[in-house]
């Protein structure tokens, strides 16, 4: 099993993290990937492509063109009718079962009976790790998220901002190498959701993280992106890669600029030319 460990935002654990994504096979491998569903409907056809270690990419799309179908596929949490997936060169279920890819989940999706800190914890729960050690572990990865201090609170005292929060620091619990995000931010409001754009990105690089974010949103995809994929309504291909050319770390200045107006652009004529072709 990979042991994986946090490292603070300093100039050492930055010029580890860069040493490890210039090093480091393939985080994802995507190769003619399709997906049918018993009714014969085709969700998803031939689609290709890779990410590399320590990239953050996401995958943008008009609603329902299969994006969250992919990306559960790439969990582990679905099935390909055909082609291959590979996460770290092994089977998506088995980089699950090691810890190597964690998932977000649209809601944060947290027991209402339990309070943060087994929330957070049961990742750990469930691979029969100790109480001490995996209440230890999730207190870490809550000081991450800056909420160690709603370690005795309900979810339901919590905003939903804060309970996504939550949500992420039970994604780092078990140290991933791979974090995939299914819209977590979709559900709040714009200032929250730039907020804890800042704070991902805060994550992703302070541990060395390779990222994979599903967002309909194409400023949020921006924002965060190295790369972004966009891909079609249903049957859904790949229509285009739209390489983001702006270094991190990025603040809401970098919203305002010529680069960021200018990758908005591109991923929107991607998408309206998509559209065009279907109507």
């Known amino acids: 099993m990979f042991q994986y460990m ?10 580890i993290a860069e040493q490890g994504r210039q090093t480091e096979t393939p985080a994802v491998v ?14 998803i056809r031939n689609v290709s492509f890779s990410i590399k270690s320590g990239e953050f990419v996401s995958l943008v799309g008009p609603s329902g063109c299969g994006k969250s179908t992919l990306l559960r596929m790439i969990a582990g949490l679905g099935e390909a009718s055909s082609g291959n997936i590979r996460v770290y060169g ?26 943060v800190l087994p929330n957070v914890a049961l990742p750990l729960e469930l691979a029969g790790v100790s109480k001490r050690e995996r209440e230890q572990r999730a207190l870490s990865a809550l000081r991450l998220v800056g909420l160690e ?15 996504m929060r939550v949500s992420l620091a039970r994604a780092l619990v078990s140290q991933p190498k791979l974090l995939l995000l299914d819209e977590p931010f979709g559900a709040l409001d714009e200032l929250t959701r730039q907020y804890l754009n800042g704070e991902l990105l805060r994550l992703w690089q302070e541990n060395a993280l390779t990222a994979l974010f599903v967002t309909h949103n194409v400023f949020e995809a921006v924002f965060l ?30 919203r305002s600029t010529p680069t960021f107006g200018d990758a908005v652009g ?7 030319g998509e559209r065009g072709m279907e109507e």
Not at 30 to 43: D, H, I, L, N
Not at 266 to 272: F, I, Q, T, Y
């Open 6 to 15: 946090f490292k603070g935002a300093n100039a050492v654990s930055v010029g």
């Open 30 to 43: 995507v190769e003619k990937v399709q997906k049918r569903y018993a009714s014969g409907t085709v969700a």
């Open 225 to 254: 992106s190295q790369r972004i994929v966009v891909m079609t309504a249903q049957p859904s291909r790949i229509a285009s890669f739209v390489e983001i050319d702006a270094p991190y770390p990025r603040d809401d200045a970098f």
């Open 90 to 115: 092994e089977s998506p279920t088995v980089s699950h079962v090691d810890n190597r890819l964690s998932f977000v989940f649209q809601d944060a999706t947290l027991m209402p009976w339990r309070t």
């Open 266 to 272: 591109r991923v929107l004529e991607c998408l309206r």
């Open 149 to 163: 201090h709603t370690a005795k609170s309900y979810p339901r005292e919590l905003s939903g901002g804060m309970r």
